[in-house]
């Protein structure tokens, strides 16, 4: 399967670039998706330069890379530090995470991702994880789904959503997409269609994939496993991610303000390396999929 085909990488050489790569250096891609940015990265290491990758997605093995310096791990990123230290990897000199769904995955229309198709409510990253977006949707609790509707897709009639899916599901299980669109129908407004079940479709994969949880338990890890000097190049695709990134660069927690000493001074472990990166218009006609990305960069202190 050809990279181009599985995901085009979004901000390919900014993200590479940000890493500032040393040829001998050990690097590792947290969403190795279609292969695209660690092939750039193998591209600018040295003989003895390592590359690791991670994805959860069994998809992705397809596109593994024939490289001694590589290592493909199957895996989720939340468990980073865990399985660099089975490659006996303690430190790092860079690393790139593009968050979000892959092209492929928004493609293949029996993973549920996309309001485009029809098929199964799945969303899974994970086809080996056990709630899918079948078990958020006939399960959950109205209160529960209020909460990610709102939490997760930033959507004000979350409370008339959540009664109406709990309502429509006691006579029938919804199954799939069209189901839950013809659920929803009456609470879509005109010309906003797309809009909102994007929104809605959004809250519901962050639950099944717990997207914010892992963001946070990696982004806190990063700063254990770089060296000094090394460097996160991270891409977010909406604004709950990039405000965790941007936020940890700045304070080193996701809430509140750092302490302060007798002097005044914050100890962070991040200083940001130039301003936020966003697409050129270029990019995005030939990839649409860039068109809400936001690339965060910072070294280690």
Same mark, same amino acid.
């Given at each position: $399967?050809?990279?181009? &085909?599985?995901?085009? %990488? ?33 591209? @600018? ?12 997605? %069994? ?17 989720? /990123?939340? /468990?980073?530090?865990? *399985?660099?230290?089975?490659?006996? !990897? ?10 979000? !769904?892959?092209?492929?995955? *928004?493609? !293949?229309?029996?993973?549920? /991702?996309?309001? @485009? ?5 799945? $969303? ?18 109205? !209160? ?34 069209? $189901? ?31 997207? =914010?949880?892992?963001?946070?338990? /990696? ?12 460097? =996160?190049?991270? =891409? ?10 941007? @936020?940890?660069?700045?304070?080193? $927690?996701?809430?509140?303000? %750092? ?19 966003? %697409?050129?218009? &270029?990019? =995005? ?17």
């Amino acid at each position: $399967m050809e990279q181009t &085909e599985y995901h085009n %990488p979004v901000l390919l050489k900014e993200t590479v670039d940000g890493l500032d790569i040393k040829p001998e250096g050990i690097y590792v891609d947290v969403t190795f998706g279609g292969g695209g940015h660690s092939k750039e990265i193998l591209k @600018r290491l040295g003989e003895n330069g390592k590359l690791f990758a991670f994805d959860q997605d %069994p998809d992705a093995l397809e596109n593994d890379i024939k490289d001694e310096r590589f290592t493909l791990i199957n895996e989720n /990123f939340r /468990f980073i530090k865990r *399985f660099l230290r089975f490659y006996g !990897v303690r430190k790092v000199d860079g690393i790139l995470g593009d968050f979000g !769904v892959s092209s492929h995955q *928004f493609d !293949v229309a029996e993973r549920g /991702f996309s309001t @485009r198709f029809e098929g199964d409510l799945d $969303m899974r990253m994970n086809q080996k994880k056990e709630v899918s977006a079948y078990h958020v949707i006939n399960e959950y609790e109205e !209160v529960d789904l209020r909460r990610v509707f709102l939490q997760y897709g930033e959507l004000r009639n979350a409370p008339k959503l959540a009664r109406v899916i709990v309502g429509a599901r006691s006579s029938e299980k919804i199954k799939t997409s069209s $189901m839950l669109k013809e659920v929803l129908k009456p609470l879509l407004p005109r010309h906003k269609e797309n809009k909102i079940l994007a929104q809605i479709y959004q809250a519901i994969r962050i639950e099944v994939n717990e997207e =914010i949880e892992v963001l946070k338990e /990696f982004l806190e890890q990063t700063a254990e496993l770089l060296d000094e000097g090394g460097r =996160i190049s991270l =891409i977010s695709y909406h604004s709950l991610e990039d405000r965790l990134v941007k @936020r940890f660069i700045r304070n080193g $927690m996701f809430e509140g303000e %750092p302490e302060k000493d007798l002097y005044g001074n914050v100890s962070v472990p991040f200083k940001k390396v130039g301003g936020l990166i966003i %697409p050129s218009e &270029e990019e =995005i006609k030939e990839n649409n999929r860039a068109r809400s990305a936001k690339l965060r960069i910072a070294e280690r202190i």
